[in-house]
């Protein structure tokens, strides 16, 4: 393959990204899912029989190239996520959002597992805790966006949503780092905790959290002198993307954690206080969302179409209830933990729904899960659905309830 070749493809991409993408925002949905629809349509291109078009979208060594733009689309998502990670939110809600985020990890995850173990039970423990964790990731951006339109962004719900989904987060990249780090010992997707390298992938894990927290005091320090000497110079965010790519590789080369906790551990540690933090973001998401972001959502679409036509009956009822599990199992699992804080029915059914959207996190976690051989990637399509049900009832639910609760206080002021 000629180098230029692969320009014709990214142009494709990056412009029916866009376009699906501002298509989706007016819609009140994620710009994220349009740009999985683009890449579902670019996909289609591939039952078209024309041998130049195959091979200048779908040939091998395009397909590479893609891959590889994908896997660095991915690890700027995480970064970005970590440096926009503000910890001290956790403060505002004390108790309540840890309750919320647990039992919103715990409820979905079980209930995902669940269903992995009644219909797939072949698939071993640890593919089954796989397909549950893949149902933790959560993603606010519709809810602040509804929250912020509605004027209740800093109500007790909004704080409550924000917060829990810091520690959502967090904890979603832990379970994470640890299912992908038994899995590179484990045999036909068994889980053996008293096999002779159990001990030493946990051993690994704690150790790169250790190295990677005590390297990061250290960037911080360095980065402070830096901000001094040179605020908003553009070698802040060059050498914090440095750090983020090396954080990533190191992860996985070295701890056998996934590159992408690296790299939302390196955005974690080099945001918060840092006065450049909101540089360093915006210089990151500008470069992700402008090229290396788009590429991942459609080469997501482009390289999974085909497993839409693949789905056999026993997979679509699987589906089917993993999808149920994923919506009902955050609206349950959250909704329930604010009510045992003392929040009100109405606004427990707000922190349930405002938790229950997903996008990106829960795609690069398929994706993982995909990569790991434990996940089969027929559930794609699944995943897709769970992030549009979402992104469409969380507003249209949301607004409801609001104006619902409006309607009320209205008629008590005229009797």
């Not at 993408?21 to 078209?48: D, E, F, N, S």
């Not at 701890?255 to 390196?266: E, K, P, Q, R, S």
Request: net charge positive; charged share 15%; glycine share 12%.
């Amino acid at each position: 393959m000629e180098a230029f070749e692969i320009l014709l493809p990214l142009a494709v991409i990056l412009l029916l990204s866009k376009l699906m993408g501002l298509g989706a925002h007016k819609c009140g949905m994620p710009a994220v899912l349009g740009m999985l629809i683009a890449g579902i349509l670019i996909g289609l291109l591939r039952y078209i029989p024309w041998a130049p078009l195959q091979k200048g979208f779908f040939g091998e060594e395009v397909s590479y190239v893609l891959s590889v733009m994908s896997k660095i689309g991915v690890v700027l998502i995480m970064f970005s996520a970590g440096l926009g990670t503000d910890l001290k939110k956790l403060r505002q809600t004390g108790v309540a959002s840890i309750v919320i985020t647990f039992l919103g990890v715990a409820v979905p995850m079980g209930l995902g597992t669940l269903t992995a173990f009644l219909f797939k039970p072949e698939d071993g423990v640890l593919s089954n805790l796989f397909y549950g964790a893949i149902l933790t990731a959560t993603s606010v951006s519709v809810t602040v966006a509804v929250l912020k339109e509605l004027g209740k962004l800093d109500s007790k719900v909004g704080t409550s949503i924000v917060a829990a989904a810091v520690i959502d987060d967090v904890i979603g990249i832990v379970i994470l780092s640890v299912l992908t780090g038994f899995s590179g010992g484990s045999q036909g997707g068994g889980w053996d905790w008293f096999a002779p390298g159990a001990g030493l992938v946990v051993i690994k894990i704690v150790l790169f959290f250790i190295a990677a927290i005590a390297v990061g005091v250290a960037l911080r320090k360095l980065f402070n002198v830096m901000e001094r000497k040179a605020p908003h110079n553009r070698r802040v965010p060059i050498i914090s993307l440095a750090a983020c790519f090396i954080y990533a590789y190191v992860a996985e080369k070295v701890f056998g954690v996934a590159d992408i906790t690296g790299a939302y551990l390196a955005g974690i540690l080099l945001g918060g206080t840092l006065s450049e933090t909101p540089y360093v973001e915006s210089k990151v998401d500008e470069m992700g969302y402008l090229i290396f972001s788009p590429i991942f959502f459609a080469f997501i679409g482009m390289s999974n179409i085909q497993y839409f036509a693949q789905i056999d009956l026993k997979f679509l009822g699987f589906g089917a209830v993993f999808v149920a599990a994923g919506l009902l199992g955050k609206l349950i699992g959250c909704g329930f933990g604010a009510k045992m804080c003392k929040f009100s029915f109405a606004d427990s059914f707000r922190v349930g729904i405002g938790m229950m959207v997903r996008a990106e996190v829960v795609l690069i976690c398929t994706e993982k899960g995909v990569a790991a051989g434990l996940v089969d990637a027929k559930i794609y399509p699944f995943v897709i659905v769970i992030i549009l049900l979402s992104s469409i009832l969380t507003p249209i639910l949301m607004k409801w309830s609001y104006k619902r609760e409006e309607r009320s206080l209205l008629k008590e002021n005229i009797v």
